[in-house]
């Protein structure tokens, strides 16, 4: 071999192992940027609150004006609410307890002097009551009971009747049990749904606390009575509902998983979800509807809004896709959430301009959103015409800039990629004053399953599943129009056994959340 060739392969050689090197550097940024992702997750806030980025700082930093001139020429008297014309008085820290306390019964606990106390110690006369002297205020509490209720129907007869031998017997109306052959009743029932649909106590832990109190309930009961009580009372209920909300024009939809035993044709260790359904925060009714299914697939939300024409509000998953006949609006909270996870660990690094320049976009938008919080739908499209506008334009021009220039596969290029396939869906909500920005709405309601899901972390069955879902749905729909969700519950057993549904199907129109008797009886204190 020749000096040149060799030369040529040496340097042939370098430049490989270069490319290499190169290569290992940039997956081994990438494992990084993963492992600082996880440790984020497990111990960093779990708040996607980014105050410390501000959207007109950051983004004038790197020469767009733009959000400030906006800022100036906006008249903030027309958006911003009318201050108190008086100052809210400072009070001592603790002095609301009597608004606490209003609402409770009470009873006064007196101590005296034993009457052979009552000598002055003095002079030796007898003391006389000059008045008492309050000392503190005190919570009670006390301890859940049980008691056993023996029901009698009283008979009566005619004895005129009878002695002409004509039936003269009668008795009065019964209330019908809330399961046939059981000692169930709407209180324990209600109480049993509440403290795991609405406290995430598992039926376990429910178990324990019957013995504790005397009646040793096992767990398979509590169960059976959930599922019993929701297949034959609660689930007409939960459809009523279904057919009231597809009747709004915009709804939220959102989905998690959950693990579900004994599904036919699955193993135990495959996962199910439960998809959560709802109206807009500005709805004539607040409706919240749980729907259990085997699969994620994108039929089971075509499936359920087969009836539905309007907007739907939604993460980037793209099962939504299936649904016809809708206008698809997606969330930007998803978006700033991409930026989010691609924040390194030191702020100061120059690696964090770029997501913190994402996040600064996401966040002046949202910082118009709350401006335009009081406004008309007309006028709130009108402002986000006139002032969100640019800034999606800005942000797209800057995110296909960027996106040239950062690797595919980081976190910083997964944000931007994100956001530029969703673009079209994304600017939706520009078209109606009525859409929202995020899908907040559907993430909230779902919230306190993926919690109650912690502590009891499956479903043993999918009647089990089915029966969750229902009982979710009544749960989060009553919490949403205002209601206590166990006087809730409770008023819906007491009164649906023995009403036949399907002969006279408007009874269940008086079983709905916003029916005046219901606000009246188990409005929220």
Known sequence: MDEKSLIKTLQNTIESQNKTIEGLREELKKVNENM?????????????????????????????????????????????PVPFEEPIKKTRKGYNRKDLF????????????????????????????????????????????????????????????KKEGKPGIFNPYTPEPVLQHSYATASSVAWTMYQKFVQ??????????????????????????????????????????REELLKDKYLYADETPVQVLNEEGKKNTTKSYMWVYSTSINAKHGIRIFKYAPGRSGDNA????????????????????????????????????????????????????????????????????????????????????????????????????????VLPKSSIGKALQYALNHTEKLQTYLEDGNCVISNNIAENSIRPFTIGRKNWTFCGSPQGANASACVYSLVETAKANGLNPY??????????????????????????????????????E
């Open 36 to 80: 600082e992702y996880l440790i984020k997750k497990l111990y960093g806030r779990k708040t996607e609150k980014t105050s410390a980025i501000d959207g007109q700082l950051i983004i004038s930093d790197i020469g767009l004006g733009l959000f400030n001139e906006a800022e100036k020429e906006m008249d903030l008297s027309v958006l911003e």
């Open 102 to 161: 209003k609402n409770l019964p009470s009873q006064d606990q007196i101590f005296k002097l034993e009457a052979s106390q009552q000598v002055c110690p003095i002079d030796g006369n007898r003391l006389s009551v000059m008045g008492n002297k309050f000392i503190r205020s005190e919570i009670k509490y006390i301890p859940a009971e049980i008691s056993v209720v023996n029901i009698y129907q009283e008979t009566y007869e005619c004895r005129a009747c």
């Open 487 to 524: 006087k809730y519950l409770e008023f819906l057993l007491s009164r649906l056994p023995g009403s036949n549904i399907k002969t006279n199907p408007k009874v269940l129109d008086l079983m709905m959340p916003w029916d005046e008797l219901i606000q009246k009886t188990c409005k929220s």
């Open 302 to 405: 075509k499936e359920f809004l087969k009836e539905f024409n309007g907007y739907l509000h939604t993460d980037g998953f793209s099962g939504y896709g299936k649904v016809k006949d809708i206008r698809h609006s997606l969330c930007w909270a998803h978006v700033r959430r991409y930026f989010t996870d691609a924040l390194p660990k030191d702020m100061e690094s120059p690696e964090a301009t770029l997501p913190a320049t994402g996040i600064a976009y996401c966040n002046q938008l949202f910082d118009w959103e709350r401006k335009f919080k009081d406004l008309s739908p007309e006028d709130r499209k009108k402002q986000r015409l006139e002032k969100e506008k640019p800034v999606l334009e800005a942000f797209w021009s800057w995110a296909e800039i960027t996106n040239e220039k």
């Open 200 to 241: 995430s106590v598992p039926l376990y832990r429910q178990e324990k606390d019957w013995k504790q109190m005397g009646f040793p309930l096992s767990r398979s009961t509590l169960s059976n009575w959930i599922i019993k009580t929701s297949e034959e009372w609660l689930y007409p209920v939960v459809e009523k509902l």
